[in-house]
């Protein structure tokens, strides 16, 4: 159980030795999203890749919870002390308010094409997609609220096998949080509002050109008000850029950890 008794350990994978990284995946995937680059980072550092509430193998809990605390109860059972955290879309969000709530734990971050709560969304695009994702959701339509899904957040650089695994876990993703909603009253994390300018680690940005317009705004926010962050724009990428080109993504991230010292120790 989770130090506040609420619901079990995160499912997540475990694999390699040396200085600990953390994946946390997008709102539209599970820990499956991190395969294809699990290889490269695990080579010389130890990669634990959870499954976050309501997603993949992790059920939603019976209250309230909050992810970044689940996230650090993950890390204490692993006998994890810092780490440094990759977060895309969703999960770069979640890495945030670990690095707000938990400073001592977070070594460095990689945000890839983050969600962060501090900005209004007014980019029409993706005002439309909530607005159709929930017309399509009340009409019990999942297959057209996943397909709307993979159209609106997978870019043009993923392969057909990559589109069919997003869609297989925003499928999943659904079925566990439909599920939570029909509970009365239903369980919601915690909302956690995070200062950037608290943040002190060194920060990569990561945006994607041909991602929508909020989340190239979010990146820009960021890189700004972040002490000493870097912002890169990858032209060729959407909103899932370690989906869309692994080898280079897993190069990207790597790079980063290496400059900022969390080097392999052997």
């Known amino acids: 159980m ?5 619901a079990p350990l995160l499912a997540h994978d475990d694999r390699g030795s040396g200085p600990a990284v953390v994946l946390l995946h997008s709102g539209v995937t599970d820990r499956g999203m991190w395969t294809p680059v699990m290889p490269a980072l695990s080579n010389a550092r130890r990669v634990i890749a959870p499954d976050l509430r309501g997603f993949g193998e992790t059920p939603v809990p019976g209250g309230p919870y909050a992810d970044a605390d689940d996230v650090v109860h993950l890390l204490d059972a692993l006998g994890v002390g810092r780490a440094a955290f990759v977060g895309a879309s969703f999960g770069g969000r979640v890495a945030l308010e670990v690095a707000a709530r938990h400073p001592d734990r977070v070594s460095s971050l990689v945000l890839l094409c983050t969600a962060y709560r501090g900005l209004e969304v007014t980019d029409p695009v993706v005002q439309a997609f909530g607005e159709r994702e929930e017309e399509l959701i009340e009409a019990g339509d999942v297959d057209g609220a996943v397909a709307l899904n993979v159209a609106t957040w997978v870019g043009p ?9 997003v869609a297989r876990m925003q499928r999943r993703a659904f079925e566990v949080q439909l ?4 509970l009365d009253p239903p369980p919601q994390p915690e909302r956690v509002e995070v200062e950037p300018g608290s943040i002190h ?3 990569l940005v990561v945006s994607g050109a041909l991602d929508v317009a909020h989340h190239r705004d979010i990146a820009t926010l960021l890189a700004r008000e972040i002490d000493g962050a870097e912002l890169v724009e990858l032209d060729w990428a959407g909103h899932l850029p370690s989906v869309e080109r692994p080898d280079e993504t897993a190069a990207l991230v790597l790079e980063h950890l290496d400059r ?6 052997g």
């Not at 599920?179 to 029909?182: I, P, R, T, Y």
């Not at 900022?260 to 120790?265: F, K, S, Y």
Request: glycine residues 8%; without cysteine; neutral net charge.
């Open 201 to 203: 680690v060194p920060t």
């Open 157 to 165: 650089q993923a392969s057909e096998q990559a589109r069919a695994d």
């Open 260 to 265: 900022e010292g969390v080097r392999p120790t």
């Open 2 to 6: 989770s130090s506040r008794g609420r």
């Open 179 to 182: 599920a939570a909603d029909a």
